[in-house]
């Protein structure tokens, strides 16, 4: 990850390999915005950026060479639309300008980010996105183009603040929220024949092992143990691969807690759907169906890092949904870590399953709150598109939990669960079916489902399939691949149940 300073010198002093400012739209064509900078020139680049073509739009990043009164080797302009009814900019527009100004640096050495700093939100804005945007997965790639694609090795954020407390706490805390979402990315776009179940157990226990702490304890249930603790999801969803699931339970207990939260994760390291297969086309993505593990992993990670007085823990349901002979088949039934019996409609519809069994174990561990975080439909993606993640469940948890994605800048939308859908779930053999044959509301019925194993506990389902995963082009600080969503949510709403 990029190393993050503080700096309240002139911008136009620092000898960077890229200097970036901001430029937004006017009544009047186009301003540049960023601290501290010179006002000779702002003018001087507010006069050529026009016959450039730069138009100050969001996600727009245009390279200039620097001019004499500028040390940097490189100007670079990131677009900040406009501006906000009270002359100011969202903490989310400057989260991504930063972000899509040093994602598009990759390659070089040291960058400066000079935008608008004018409060707290604003800095952690900037700190967050520029890196953010530091990031490249290139683990698996050869050759002399490996280099080009380096994220930037050092970022410098411009800001009046630098030398407060409060900012150089906001710099700290913005190491731990990167590395925790970059550390998700990473074991997204790690290939499914790398990261099966068992190497993802490996993988948590190594992100443990590296925090240092005796405050987090990582526990694994393999085949045998799942099998005679009445797995029956997990268990079930699994039996199709020559690669057996795994349930890992990461748990991070400070001595001062105040409060209890549990985490359960979707860890499908590779879903083709089983019998009921999925189409050729699109499955290549399912490398991604894990990604709710891979956010919970790392979000507990974090709370830990940043010493958070809350009992956090994290259940990473780990299975490969294959077609293999042992597979379980459309017709068979289940019977879950709770006690409930489960007809199967659709093996394509797994997730659930295997999240059933991990919110049961929460249950009965004993928790204030629980929160489920999952690639679960592609009713999401029909329903909000691939940028806006569905949020449901009891009414106060959902609140808190929206409040939290406003507070990190993800988009999180509430949607209902009808009491009318339940009736879609009903089994004339078992007690309830894993999939209702009715299509329509797909992600809303999904939730009806795991609702039936939260107990009495208060609880929350995001469902982030589209936005887990992004297959189309980068924007702001949002790389193409595993997208880290999530992560950010989780961690503020952590934060919001201290004291």
């Avoid at 929160?371 to 993640?389: F, K, M, P, Y």
């Avoid at 948890?397 to 406003?406: L, M, P, Q």
């Amino acid at each position: 990850m990029a190393d993050l300073t503080l700096s309240s010198k002139n911008p136009s002093a620092l000898k960077v390999d890229a200097l970036v400012v901001g430029t937004c739209k006017t009544s009047d064509g186009l301003a540049v915005v960023a601290d501290q900078l010179p006002t000779d020139l702002v003018h001087e680049i507010e006069t050529l950026a026009p016959l450039l073509g730069v138009t100050g739009a969001r996600d727009e990043v245009r390279k200039l060479p620097a001019t004499g009164g500028v040390k940097a080797s490189l100007l670079v302009l990131t677009g900040l639309g406009e501006r906000e009814a009270d002359g100011t900019f969202a903490p989310e527009t400057l989260r991504r300008a930063a972000g899509a100004a040093v994602r598009d640096l990759a390659g070089t050495e040291s960058v400066a980010v000079a935008l608008p700093t004018a409060t707290e939100a604003d800095l952690v804005a900037v700190l967050e996105g520029s890196l953010l945007g530091a990031y490249a997965f290139t683990g698996f790639r050869t050759g002399d183009g490996v280099a080009k694609q380096q994220p930037v090795s050092s970022v410098e954020v411009v800001t009046s603040f630098a030398r407060s407390a409060r900012a150089k706490t906001a710099a700290e805390r913005a190491k731990v929220l990167a590395a925790a979402v970059h550390g998700t990315r990473d074991l997204i776009n790690t290939p499914p024949n790398v990261l099966f179940p068992a190497a993802f157990a490996e993988a948590a226990k190594t992100a443990v092992k590296e925090l240092g702490t005796r405050a987090v304890k990582v526990t694994v249930l393999d085949e045998r143990q799942l099998a005679a603790g009445g797995y029956g999801g997990i268990v079930g969803v699994g039996q199709g691969s020559a690669r057996p699931p795994r349930l890992v339970k990461v748990a991070y207990t400070p001595s001062k807690a105040t409060t209890r939260v549990a985490l359960v994760g979707k860890g499908i390291t590779f879903d083709t759907g089983g019998i009921s297969i999925k189409p050729a086309a699109g499955m290549h993505a399912m490398t991604s169906d894990m990604s709710g593990a891979a956010a919970v992993l790392h979000t507990v990670v974090a709370a830990a890092r940043l010493g958070l007085p809350v009992a956090v823990t994290g259940y990473l349901c780990l299975a490969e949904n294959m077609p293999g002979g042992g597979a379980t088949r459309p017709g068979d039934v289940l019977t879950m870590k709770s006690g409930k019996t489960v007809e199967i409609t659709n093996t394509d519809a797994e997730g659930r399953l295997v999240m059933a069994d991990g919110m049961a174990l929460a249950v009965e561990d004993g928790t204030d709150v629980l929160i489920d975080i999952a690639t679960l439909t592609g009713g999401q993606i029909v329903a909000l598109g691939n940028r806006i993640s569905g949020l449901m469940g009891d009414d106060d948890v959902v609140a808190a939990v929206k409040a939290a994605a406003d507070d990190a800048g993800e988009q999180f939308w509430p949607m209902p669960m009808p009491e009318e859908l339940r009736a879609g779930l009903k089994s004339n053999v078992a007690d309830i079916v894993n999939s209702s044959a009715d299509r329509g509301g797909h992600m809303l019925s999904a939730a009806v489902f795991l609702k039936e194993f939260t107990g009495e506990t208060p609880w929350a389902h995001l469902d982030i399939a589209g936005p887990a995963f992004n297959e189309k082009a980068a924007f702001g600080y949002t790389p193409l691949g595993g997208t880290g969503v999530g992560v950010r949510t989780l961690l503020a709403y952590l934060e919001s149940k201290v004291g």
